[in-house]
């Protein structure tokens, strides 16, 4: 019985780790079509590395700003 329950519990897991992957999908491109830096650099880790030397998402969501608009300079 405690096969099967653990079964279950990996099945679950699996399912909602995938939904949270479509999310985090979905939730990327509508900041990415909006040009919502905040909202794109929310999505990754607190501490997340930018460059050589930056780190966290104020510094990320500098360096996206920067990069879209040099797309249209």
Do not use: C
């Not at 653990?6 to 990415?32: N, P």
């Amino acid at each position: 019985m405690a096969d099967v329950h653990d079964e279950i519990l990996r099945r679950l897991d699996r399912i909602e780790s995938r939904d949270e992957i479509r999310q985090l999908i979905s939730k990327y491109s509508l900041a990415l079509d909006m040009r919502d830096m905040a909202a794109m650099a929310g999505l990754f880790l607190p501490d997340v590395k930018v460059g050589k030397d930056s780190y966290g998402r104020e510094a990320l969501r500098d360096w996206l700003d920067q990069t879209m608009r040099q797309q249209f300079d």
